[in-house]
């Protein structure tokens, strides 16, 4: 599948999925960008059957209905959440690396803008967009790191690599070589491991931390990943300090909060009417609340108090911080 026709199938499932009403094809048209540049009206009915079949092939259903309830002459298309979102799966670590690696990867491709803008047409067209609905498509973890290009390419390509890196604590930098071997998440930040050839040994360096462009050295496929390697218990063992994590309990607005829920080791649902019961470990106080404010009002901190006690300062400042904004 190439490149335009994955990101023109995405865009389409996000469109659908986050109308709250049917959409007529001809707003499906206007809205995705390569049917929008259909020369004729044939060939955009061939290419949307073609994009139809295929999504419900990969076990996306797309429902058929009237636009308008008391006319039914002109149908529309929708995906509903219930029928889109997946069952609980059991994936060992490294297949979640994968997918989390591919996540961050299609957002940091650019199609997160494409998504943007076809938001903002529906919006334009009068259509009512479930926004919160695009956390069954939307990763979480910025990969905004200026190396993560570079590093992510010369994993695939097994090429070596060397950069400037500053130690925590230190304000010179020392030049690195370095196999990349995987580029993966730990501690809420993006990590590249890999073998360091300048100690002789597997070790584990800070995106953000890398100064400076990273340089490919060398051919492609100049190495290989030992067999066996497994990054994620990898990534534990070269982890001097793991931070310490504090077992929460949140209500949750009923279908919101998303990313929260998805991490949450139990859900006792309608605790009270629109409200559930999220219980979920997170890192330490400070990493937990700036987590917690990010989802607004939808959710409220239950346990433990330091945590809830550290979230209502938090809010009491920016509300005092808003105040005298508003008396200046």
Known sequence: MTASKSERLLNLVILLLVSRSY????RIRESVEDYAHSRTEDAFEKMFERDKEELRALGIPIDVGPIDSFFEDELGYRITRDSFELPELDLGPDEVAVLGLAARVWQHAGLAASTSTALLKLRAAGHDVDRDAIDSVRPTLPADDPAFDALF????????????????????????????????????????????RDRDEPRMFRLSR???????????????????????????????????????????????AHGLRR????????VRPGWDRVHISLSSTPGAVGQLLAYGDDVVVEAPAELRDEVRRRLE????????????
Do not use: N
């Open 23 to 26: 959409v007529s094809k001809q």
């Open 153 to 196: 390419r010369a994993t695939v390509d097994r090429r070596r690599v060397r950069f400037d890196y500053r130690r925590p604590g230190e304000t010179s930098v020392t030049e690195r070589h370095l196999e990349p071997w995987g580029v993966i998440t730990a501690q809420h930040r993006w990590y590249v491991v890999g073998h360091d």
């Open 210 to 256: 890398i100064v400076g462009p990273v340089q490919g050295v060398g051919s492609r496929g100049a190495f290989e990943v030992p067999p066996g390697t497994d990054l994620q218990v990898l990534a534990k063992r070269l982890t001097r300090h793991s931070p310490s994590r504090l077992d929460a309990v949140v209500s949750a607005r009923s279908g919101r």
């Open 263 to 270: 991490r949450a080791s139990r859900i006792d649902p309608e």
């Open 317 to 328: 400042a920016l509300v005092a911080a808003g105040a005298e904004e508003v008396g200046a």
